[in-house]
């Protein structure tokens, strides 16, 4: 049985991490907008119950235990939650994606480089 490896090289690598990030950087934008949108839902589900709700800063409740009043504030409460862990987690994968997009570019300047010093010596070498 033999074992296939594929070997990659660095530069490859870091083109590869940079579009996973860039993939989990959409889908934590996508957990702010759900975030979003339960905050909302759990807003007007609260407001919808009764005329006069008690407001907690920007939140609000009903004091009296009724079951859309607990499933309006868990609403509440995930939407606070996701929208924060979304705006956390896109800005944690923008500065990976950003670090690895500066290797690559540390990467292909030292290739162009080499690539301009091999120039010069052929050129030099042919007078």
């Known amino acids: ?19 996973e990030s860039r993939c989990k950087e959409t889908h934590a934008y996508l957990m702010f907008l759900l975030g979003a949108v339960f905050h909302v839902g759990g807003t007007l589900e609260n407001l919808h119950l009764t005329e006069n709700s008690e407001w907690f800063l920007f939140i609000p409740y009903h004091a009296k235990p009724l079951g859309g009043a607990i499933l309006g504030l868990s609403l509440i409460i995930s939407g606070l939650s996701l929208m924060v862990f979304g705006i956390v987690a896109g800005l944690i994968y923008r500065l990976h994606r950003r670090w690895y997009i500066a290797e690559v570019r540390k990467i292909a300047s030292k290739k162009e480089l080499k690539r301009l010093k091999m120039k010069r010596r052929i050129t030099k070498q042919n007078r």
Request: proline share 0%; hydrophobic share 35%; glycine share 0%.
């Open 1 to 19: 049985m033999s074992h296939v490896r594929y070997q990659i090289n660095f530069m490859d690598y870091l083109h590869e991490k940079a579009q």
